[in-house]
């Protein structure tokens, strides 16, 4: 159910990538300042903005959960997540690279942006580890959407705070021409933008279909164990143990 | 109370709780009638106090049927709330308050007059300690006012959880006639022991690993199947 | 609703003066931070953005300490099973405990801002007071929403202890940037507030945000 449509999207993600990244090395201007380094602007913007909107899609599969109590919306929403908190790991150092690059510090407090990708980053980081210590798979959820909801809300609160913050005499950092960008940079952009969230949809997709193989197979040995057990003990003896048997999403 | 109803206090119907993956009852079925008295039977870890969990509305059912006092749970669960007296293992009092600050607090919960509270306090022979810290207090003191906590709204429902457990036969007498047979009061009686259980019981419901096996007589030979 | 919500917060009030766990906890650990700050910074005053940080933050980091409790007396003593067998509506438990720590903060405040300004503030306390306290009030009510919900949120966690803080202080930070920014001129120069409705402004924002968002979803970590 979930591996359907998996083999054309990984094919436009490959075409996408590809010529996002002919697009990057060839096509491209070179900037004047920051010279060869500012090409990972294409990285670093597109991921940053695609994962954001992951975060905010798990914050509303989580809704979804709470309304329906389908545990599928729940697996979308952990997986979403999940794969966010990676990327951001890639925002925040594609970040220090452009910063170390410009201004020759791993690290900048004047930009918003990436601050606030931190804090965000702080406060994902608690996902998993609240998750998983949660011992009721339902409540686990449960709380799991909770979560992914509060965060949710957060992260535009978070981006208006922190941006408040700046005062207007410090220019943007990580800025590049000023928000006017030419033809063939917007193209690049918009190319890179939509490989990368290709990409992401393409994982996502991925690893939800995994899951569900992994939880199909528990599903699958808990059965047996109990069709063993029942045959065992009408035998008089105890059943044998199949494998073990772990927990929830964890599993792939 | 507004509906005097002629049908059966609680009706089960193929009732499902997992947990995880994992069935924690599966194919619960039975009724029970106005002032009858249910025996759970079963072994540790049979679905006991899950299934009392469940009809106290603490607990949602994944799957079948439940209508507790003419409440679909777990959609019209508010309406069964209030109408339940619930004594679980957990005495559900705050240890630094007193037995009286606990039981008057409980009563603004459930909207019930102050006055209700010393008559319980008295019912359950607990004036003299009744303002002191509930740390202070043994266990049968603790259990007593517990099950004044849970007869404070005057429920037409009660569900026990082994409400006798740790109790001298004094305190025993005393909460009889409250919460035992006496009190003609439709029951749930989760209880170990088997003969006792069943002498309590009008009608027997044998749980083993979530699953029915059995419903009807009191018959302990029966029960004690259950066990091995 | 308010009528059990009241109810309940009279509950707990009354337990917290039987125990005096929390409250008197929190003034000592701010009194000791000031300290910590004294020699941390090695500064016998603080003006200006420096006065401003050192207490929003150890007010904040206060908060913790109070978010710790606030649910655990109901796992360990009454049980939320108390509550939840009771014919109420589960938003007035979110009420209370949200006004418990509400109040909480208030008594807090009314030990540790006086402490600041005796211990390490350079400026004058009494000249910006008034706009301090209503800064503080706003605040409270943006801590205390999200204190209660990531209280209930913790609280059935193996590791409830260190999940509290690090859920918690990111999702302050947007208190403390308002706090800090704003009370930054008052403890500084001629003491007057200066841009003082944008920080108004994203206080305020932040505690509707807060407040609708745990008053929709805090059924659900009650529920089973």
Redesign the interface.
């Known amino acids: 159910m979930y591996g359907k449509g998996l083999r054309p999207l990984s094919i436009a993600s490959a075409a996408a990538l590809g010529t996002a990244i002919g697009l990057v090395f060839f096509y491209a201007p070179l900037d004047a300042d920051q010279g060869f380094i500012q090409k990972i602007f294409y990285i670093h913007v597109p991921l940053a903005i695609v994962t954001l909107g992951g975060f905010i899609a798990g914050g509303l599969m989580g809704i979804k959960y709470l309304r329906t109590g389908d545990r599928s919306w729940d697996m979308r929403s952990y997986v979403a997540i999940h794969l966010s908190i990676v990327l951001a790991v890639a925002v925040l150092i594609t970040g220090a690279i452009w910063a170390k690059a410009s201004w020759g510090h791993w690290w900048v407090w004047d930009e918003p942006t990436l601050v606030s990708f931190l804090i965000i980053f702080l406060l994902y980081c608690c996902y998993q580890p609240l998750r998983f210590s949660i011992e009721d798979p339902d409540r686990q959820a449960r709380y799991a959407a909770v979560f992914a909801i509060i965060a949710g809300a957060f992260v535009p609160l978070n981006f208006v705070a922190v941006r408040l913050a700046q005062s207007f005499s410090h220019p943007r950092v990580l800025s590049t021409t000023g928000g006017n960008m030419p033809g063939s940079m917007r193209l690049t952009f918009y190319v890179s933008l939509l490989a990368i969230a290709l990409l992401y949809v393409t994982l996502w997709k991925l690893e939800l279909t995994s899951k569900n193989a992994s939880i199909q197979l528990k599903r699958l040995r808990v059965r047996l164990e109990g069709v063993l057990e029942e045959q065992h003990s009408a035998a008089g003896a105890p059943a044998p143990p199949v494998g073990t048997v772990p927990a929830s999403p964890r599993d792939s | 109370m507004a509906e005097q109803s002629a049908t059966a206090v609680i009706e089960v119907e193929g009732l499902e709780r997992?947990?995880?993956?994992?069935a924690a009852l599966s194919g619960v079925s039975f009724q029970l009638g106005e002032g009858q008295t249910l025996g759970l039977f079963g072994p540790n870890g049979a679905g006991k106090s899950t299934l009392l969990r469940v009809l106290?509305?603490?607990?949602?059912p994944h799957a079948g049927g439940v209508r507790v006092l003419g409440a679909q749970l777990p959609d019209e669960s508010?309406k069964a709330?209030?109408r339940?007296g619930?004594v679980?293992h957990?005495p559900?009092?705050?240890?630094?308050?007193s037995g009286r600050?606990?039981l008057v607090?409980?009563a603004?919960?459930?909207?019930v007059d102050e006055a209700r509270v010393d008559e319980l306090i008295a019912a359950v022979g607990m004036q003299r300690r009744a303002r002191d810290?509930v740390r202070e207090l043994s266990r049968g003191m603790v259990q007593r006012l517990s099950a004044a906590?849970a007869l404070l709204h005057d429920p037409p429902l009660l569900l026990l959880d082994e409400p006798y457990s740790g109790l001298d036969p004094a305190a025993r007498e005393l909460l009889d006639p409250l919460i035992g047979k006496p009190s003609g009061r439709t029951r749930v009686l989760v209880s170990h022991d088997v003969d006792s259980g069943t002498a309590e019981s009008d009608v027997a419901l044998g749980l083993r690993a979530g699953k029915q096996l059995h419903f009807g007589t009191p018959d302990p030979a029966e029960l004690r199947r259950l066990f091995q | 609703m308010i009528g059990t919500a009241w109810t309940i917060l009279r509950k707990d009030l009354q337990i917290e003066l039987r125990t005096k766990e929390s409250v008197p906890a929190m003034a000592l650990f701010s009194v000791t931070v000031f300290v910590l700050f004294h020699f941390g910074l090695q500064r016998n005053e603080l003006e200006g953005d420096l006065a401003a940080g050192v207490l929003w933050v150890t007010l904040i980091l206060a908060t913790v300490l109070a978010v710790n409790r606030l649910f655990v007396t109901e796992r360990e003593q009454g049980g939320i099973d108390g509550l939840l067998l009771a014919p109420i509506d589960r938003t007035s438990v979110f009420i209370a405990k949200a006004g418990a720590l509400f109040l909480y903060l208030v008594l807090l405040e009314l030990v540790a801002v006086p402490a600041f300004g005796i211990l390490l503030l350079g400026p004058d306390l009494f000249k910006p007071l008034p706009t301090l306290i209503l800064l503080l009030l706003l605040a409270d009510v943006g801590l205390a929403a999200v204190g209660a919900l990531v209280s209930a949120l913790a609280v059935e966690t193996r590791a409830r202890d260190l999940i509290v803080p690090l859920l918690l202080l990111p999702l302050l930070v947007p208190v403390a940037i308002a706090g800090a920014q704003a009370t930054e001129p008052l403890f500084s120069g001629n003491q007057a507030a200066h841009e003082l409705g944008k920080w108004v402004g994203l206080l305020g924002l932040y505690d509707m945000v807060f407040l609708l968002v745990s008053i929709a979803v805090f059924d659900f970590l009650l529920e089973d």
Not at chain 2, 92 to 97: S, T, V
């Open positions: 997992r947990y995880g993956e994992r106290a509305t603490l607990l949602r508010w709330r209030g339940v619930y679980g957990d559900l009092l705050y240890r630094e308050l600050e606990n607090f409980h603004r919960l459930h909207r810290p906590r």
